[in-house]
């Protein structure tokens, strides 16, 4: 039976995401996106204070901290659903667990900061971690893989066996593929036709495929010309679906009553 993914809505409390300009950015903006997303149907809220889009400049961790800080603690308190704190510093997830945050989502694979490991194990936070090739700053510089999906699927073996052997329990790992991070148009593409594969191993499979650049691509080439932003979000829904019939268990995105509407609807007919 097919199953609805959850649907972890976005806050990212930046001036500079690649997708919505800092059109958030500021505590009191922040809080009420977060808020709305949460009327529109979101299951969890993923809090970020860093881009990570390609080439963007590392945050020092106070500032981070101070672009994330009480818009957590806000959120962790009003809300009603699980927080859960975009960053690879430990200093940034320690606080922000101090905060209400209930998760740990890091696109380093808690692998770029030497203290996140521990910071994840005594906490007993879940955690999801992504695969990416690189860094924002390389990891569109030619990225390759001898069989992208397999490369990428033995990586998140080894990170889970990793984080078990650390001490986090089975059902606090959470693992992502990395769309857009560290790939071509073609191994994006390629990703989301094969992200069943993943599901064996034995966790929920994460996929923020939300507004992506392969996405922007993939419309332009079928309608010849670029794509609007409401477009990108159509079409993140639209592969949501398809996220969803490959079993996969959370979809990470930015416009959250699109893609819930979408998938509530998918799953009813699916079922039928």
Same mark, same amino acid.
Request: glycine content about 12%; some cysteine; aromatic content about 2%.
């Given at each position: ?5 959850? $649907? ?63 818009? $957590? ?33 890091? $696109? ?54 990793? @984080? ?34 993943? @599901? ?28 609007? @932003? ?32 979408? @998938? ?9």
């Amino acid at each position: 039976m097919i199953r609805r993914p959850l $649907v972890m809505g976005i806050v990212n409390a930046t001036p500079d995401s690649f997708s919505d300009g800092g059109r958030h950015a500021g505590v009191e903006a922040a809080v009420a996106h977060g808020l709305t997303l949460v009327a529109e149907g979101a299951d969890m809220l993923d809090v970020g204070g860093e881009s990570t889009r390609p080439y963007s400049v590392a945050v020092p961790p106070d500032e981070e901290l101070r672009r994330v800080g009480e818009v $957590v603690r806000r959120l962790a308190r009003q809300a009603g659903v699980p927080i859960s704190i975009d960053t690879s510093k430990a200093a940034v997830a320690a606080r922000a667990i101090e905060l209400g945050a209930e998760i740990i989502n890091d $696109v380093t694979g808690l692998e770029g900061d030497p203290d996140m490991l521990r910071v994840a194990v005594e906490s007993r936070v879940g955690v999801c971690a992504m695969h990416m090739q690189g860094t924002p700053q390389t990891m569109q510089i030619d990225p390759r893989y001898d069989d992208v999906v397999g490369d990428i699927h033995a990586y998140l073996m080894r990170r889970r066996d990793a @984080l078990l052997a650390a001490g986090i329990a089975l059902d606090r790992i959470c693992l992502d593929p990395g769309i857009g991070f560290g790939k071509t148009h073609a191994h994006n593409l390629e990703l989301m036709a094969r992200a069943g594969e993943f @599901l064996d191993l034995g966790v929920p499979i994460l996929v923020g495929h939300s507004r992506k650049g392969f996405i922007g691509k993939s419309l332009e080439q079928a309608l010849g010309r670029p794509a609007s @932003l409401e477009e990108r979000d159509s079409g993140t829904a639209g592969s949501a679906c398809g996220l969803a019939a490959a079993g996969i268990q959370i979809v990470r995105v930015h416009a959250v009553g699109l893609v819930r509407t979408a @998938l509530e609807l998918y799953c009813a007919t699916a079922r039928a």
